[in-house]
């Protein structure tokens, strides 16, 4: 069975740092690209990064660009999000999903549950 | 960026009867070369992550119940819904993952009538 299972969601300033994680389960981590995807309370869903299998390509939405990193250890099946200079309008639940392929141009067919990055003073 | 658009934003339904959404992108999502559209569904229950319905607009993941069905190409999409139950109360929202950024819908809330 896939699990995803975020972790690292709290409470932050504005300005802040925050490093969000996903342990996979269920499948074989490395064959796969993964996506983190957002959702602000009450909103709809946004796609925020893309990293495929072997962590050479990445991609982020211009939101974020700049300021959050996407990595993974393939020894680790962790995903990451690495989140700088975070704003108020970066509140939102953030979903680890996994992709169908190894590189872009892949649906997301399993998401975690969650976790909540609120950004306030 | 390619921008995806929903119709209706909300939804009220008999139960037993038709669910028709419909989800427009503002560039097609059709790759000539393999005959594929790049477009998504999914469906978000309250207070739970999205899961996903449909890939290909019209390939149902397994386990999905067949009442579900995705249709259209190019630019133009529909999820169908062809006999409401109470457990499809959600919100649906389409995604192409032709082009990055892979923009979701604005989403559509269907509740029971």
């Known amino acids: 069975e896939v699990q995803l299972v975020e972790s690292g969601g709290v409470v932050v300033h504005p300005g802040g740092s925050l490093r969000l994680s996903c342990a996979a389960s269920?499948?074989?981590?490395?064959?796969?690209?993964m996506y983190w995807v957002r959702q602000a309370p009450g909103k709809g869903l946004e796609w925020v990064s893309l990293i495929n299998w072997d962590g050479n390509s990445t991609y982020y939405a211009e939101s974020v660009k700049g300021r959050f990193t996407i990595s993974r250890d393939n020894s680790k099946n962790s995903l990451y999000l690495q989140m700088n200079s975070l704003r108020t309008e970066d509140t939102a639940f953030y979903y680890c999903a996994k992709a169908d392929c190894s590189s872009t141009s892949c649906y997301l067919d399993y998401w975690g549950q969650g976790t909540l990055v609120t950004v306030s003073s | 960026d390619i921008v995806m658009t929903q119709s209706p934003d909300s939804l009220a339904v008999s139960l037993g009867e038709r669910a028709t959404i419909n989800c427009k992108s503002s560039q097609s999502v059709l790759y000539n070369s393999n005959n594929k559209n790049y477009l998504a569904w999914y469906q978000q229950k309250p207070g739970q992550p999205p899961k996903l319905l449909i890939s290909?607009?019209?390939t149902r993941k397994s386990g999905v119940p067949d009442r579900f069905s995705g249709s259209g190409s190019g630019t133009d999409f529909t999820l169908t819904i062809s006999s409401l139950q109470a457990e499809d109360v959600a919100v649906y929202y389409c995604q192409q993952y032709y082009f990055t950024p892979y923009t979701f819908g604005q989403g559509t809330k269907l509740e029971v009538k």
């Open positions: 269920g499948f074989t981590f490395d064959d796969y690209a």
């Open positions: 290909w607009a019209s």
